[in-house]
């Protein structure tokens, strides 16, 4: 899949496989007072020049498209932008008046480029300016000269077939929405990301639907199947409800660009969408049973006493936190599991968390075979418990919470947002995310738990100004010492980085607020594995003072 780049060095928003006049000035609708209405020549000039911008990122044969979805996407802005609050009947008069004064506009002009955006808007834009623009265009139709013939293609395609390939490890399906047309036939493809709770995460153009089917089934590990448009819109609308669902969904930028289009075309399908099935609720007592079920399989022989609460915990994961079943076998599944949820599910020692791993992959090979997944899938996603246990190595406390190690605390006994229950023990928010570029598996796994371990620590036992200092402290051992992980736990590299701000920073010491002693036993080590640690920092890296 590849994406071409415009003369501005903008992404073209493509995914292919294999390759106004001076005047008077209008006045508003009656009852709508202190709104500016007035459609601006600078309104429409920048309507213009970002269409013009898209359609030179473009292939020239996917003009029509990319005009559509330009125009699509730039009318949802200016809704949001020029009427987004108020009575409904003052929303639709002030709408009414601005698609009515842009056709006056665009219907005295005689340049090809503004008979393109007339065009495009006269058939992208709803009800309320489709009369006055399609008006203003039939009028210019009749004399205007020079206009590339792709312009009659503009949103003039037909939606003719749909089929949807969803991946065997249930990671997420593509709908494939077919378009039929003479000259450039091509598909609206949307991909639904089952491990983000089934939201539409990237919406993209791509070839012509046998293309499509043969890329699939080239690649492998996908079903295809075919389905009606109806039912397809179903898939699409209720999966794009989850996406507007989210504050700041992580969509693509191909999303923003083609979700416009994507709309647009799916309310104009003669028949009526059809929804979903319900998805079924898997009951605590259904997932008990799952639990018993797999300790009483040969997988289970010789597991660690915290099998039943390990295996327990993946699924309420995988049932909760995601879209696809208990029984879902994915490597990202494994990442999402061991590097992000867990961790900050749980407070564990290196005990209970060492356990993990084993009890991990001894699920994945009986869900697989209950599933009767291809072996290849299962040794990924077994393989991909090696890469992400770094991670809970990594979280891993140096003494047991209890009585007796392998005990392990949930951190969201008084509140169901995990990640808030987690970050905001201290007030701190959110970390910051490390970069990984550059990084193999191991060392990113490694530093994206690490770096926020030590922000968020530093954060809590010397301040909030020290956290952005164990941060980057964290990311240069990983980045440019990363042969020193391995000279201490994990657990402790964190620990080591506080010790030594405190140090650094003066913060330690007579007439100080910390002592040596009470430092160490807030970061639950001993003082003399602190100071030698720390000492390999500062005999590695050079720090500035």
Known sequence: MTKSRGRDGRGSHLRL???????STPQPPAGVTEVDTTPSVAVLDTLLETLLLDLAAAPPALHPVIAEASVARSAALLADQLW???????IGEVERF????????????????????????????????????QRAHLSRVRTQGGVPEWVSRIAGFRLTSAIVSEDVTGDGLSVVLDYD???????????????????????????????????????????????????????????LGETHDHDEPPVTEDFEFF??????????????????????????????????????????????????????????????????????????????FLASWLPRKVLADSTYFGAVPVVVKAWLEFAGERTQLDLDAIEEAVDAVEVWTPALEAAALDEPIGSRSGERVFLDETSTDLDE?????????????????GLDKSHAAT????????????????????????????????????????????????????????????????????????????????????????????DHLVLPR
């Open 84 to 90: 987004p609050a108020g009575q409904p009947d003052e």
């Open 17 to 23: 496989v294999g390759g106004s006049t001076p005047g």
């Open 259 to 336: 979700s416009g289009l994507l709309v647009n075309r799916l309310t104009q399908l003669p028949e009526r969408p059809v929804r979903p099935p319900i998805r079924p609720l898997v009951s605590p007592r259904q997932r008990e049973q799952l639990v018993e079920q797999f300790l009483d399989s040969q997988y289970a022989a010789g597991l660690p006493d915290d099998a039943a609460d390990i295996a327990r915990l993946w699924i309420d994961h995988a049932v909760d936190r995601t879209v696809g079943g208990p029984l879902r076998v994915s490597a990202v599944l494994v990442e999402l």
């Open 421 to 437: 229950a987690y970050r905001t023990l201290s007030g701190l928010g959110s970390p910051p995310r490390p970069d990984l570029d």
């Open 447 to 538: 530093l994206s738990v690490l770096a926020p371990h030590a922000w968020l620590l530093a954060g809590e036992t010397l301040g909030i100004g020290y956290a952005a200092d164990a941060f980057d402290i964290a990311e240069r051992l990983v980045r440019e010492a990363p042969d020193l992980l391995t000279k201490a736990r994990l657990s402790t590299w964190p620990r080591a980085i506080v010790w030594l701000l405190a140090h650094r920073h003066r913060l330690v010491g007579p007439g100080e607020p910390l002592t040596p002693h009470t430092l160490a036993a807030d970061l639950a080590t001993s003082a003399p594995t602190l100071r030698k640690t720390a000492k390999l920092l500062t």
């Open 98 to 133: 601005f698609w009515a004064d842009a056709a006056r506009v665009l219907g005295e002009r005689r340049d090809a480029d503004s008979f393109v955006l007339l065009t495009s808007l006269a058939r992208t834009v709803g009800p309320a300016g489709r009369l006055p623009l």
């Open 181 to 239: 047309d003479d000259q450039h036939p091509h598909t609206v493809v949307v991909f639904v990301d089952n491990n983000l709770g089934a939201i539409a995460k990237d919406v993209f153009v791509g070839p012509p639907i046998d293309r499509v089917v043969e890329a699939y089934q080239r690649g492998g590990r996908v079903t295809v199947r075919t389905v009606r448009p109806a039912t397809a819109a179903g898939i699409i609308l209720q999966a």
